[in-house]
């Protein structure tokens, strides 16, 4: 396989930096693009010197159109608002986009979907290669334990994360509802303060923590009558999510066009 030629969006953030550093080191890929926000204080940074690696000729711009026009692959963790504008960017184009954008509602979706018919879109919740085989041990759990075990999930992220529950956690979530083969918007509590009344029986259950500089730690809570089962994860740092990212770039750009989750890339599909 030829050189994958990449671009990382949101090049100036903390996945951003860690996005080009993984590029970097996977001999497969090519970097050709690192993409900021009209007014950041990082354009015209070398790419490479702005992640803490050596130069890398590739200078941080804000004109995505153009830089996407030379790529294969776009590696994009940001916003939703941005990501969806990438994903129109990547269909119209034939590209592989992977997504770690978390925070998008399902209404844009269809964004995605449509999207899809011209790009391989990799979207998920989180990238690693632990929390994808976690969301099988939870769905294979739920299933076998059913409804007469609480479900419970509790995240706790670094301070300055913006969207909560976290899409790891609702990933985590959407597992788990599978397993039951429910739905999980009809059946999660988000929310618990005051008064709430005796647990009801069947729902999914989400705690958020922030504090501190947290990557991200997840634990899902099976409690029974007299037992407990508690699956974790704990994330260390974001290499995990950028090496995930590039796995799934390379997996994508030997598909058709559609939209894939990791659990495609893993060969985890139920």
Not at 100 to 125: C, F, M, N, P, Y
Not at 127 to 152: I, T, Y
Not at 200 to 219: C, K, N, P, Q, Y
Request: proline fraction near 3%; glycine fraction near 14%; aromatic fraction near 2%.
């Amino acid at each position: 396989m030829a050189e994958l030629r990449v671009v990382v969006v949101g090049a100036g953030g903390r996945m951003g930096r860690a996005l080009i550093r993984a590029v970097a080191d996977e001999s497969r890929m090519r970097l050709v693009g690192a993409l900021e926000r009209p007014g950041s204080a990082v354009l015209g940074m070398d790419a490479g010197t702005l992640a803490g690696i050596e130069p890398l000729g590739v200078a941080v711009t804000d004109h995505a159109s153009d830089l996407f026009d030379g790529a294969d692959a776009v590696l994009d963790f940001t916003s939703p608002a941005a990501t969806l504008a990438y994903a129109e960017l990547a269909g119209t184009r034939g590209l592989v986009h992977v997504i770690g954008t978390t925070g998008i509602e399902a209404q844009d979706e269809e964004t995605l979907r449509l999207a899809s018919h011209g790009a391989r879109i990799v979207k998920s919740g989180n990238m690693s290669l632990g929390v994808n085989l976690l969301a099988g041990l939870v769905r294979q759990a739920a299933a076998a334990l059913g409804p007469d075990f609480d479900l419970e999930i509790l995240e706790m992220h670094h301070r300055h994360k913006v969207d909560a529950p976290s899409g790891t956690a609702l990933l985590l979530g959407e597992a788990a509802a599978e397993g039951r083969e429910i739905a999980l918007g009809q059946h999660s509590v988000r929310v618990r303060d005051g008064h709430t009344g005796p647990r009801e029986r069947g729902t999914i259950g989400f705690a958020t923590l922030r504090g501190g500089s947290v990557v991200g730690d997840h634990m899902v809570v099976l409690a029974g009558e007299g037992e407990r089962i508690e699956l974790t994860h704990r994330a260390e740092n974001r290499t995990i999510f950028a090496r995930g990212a590039v796995r799934a770039a390379l997996w994508a750009h030997e598909q058709k066009p559609g939209l894939y989750s990791m659990a495609d890339v893993l060969g985890l599909s139920t």
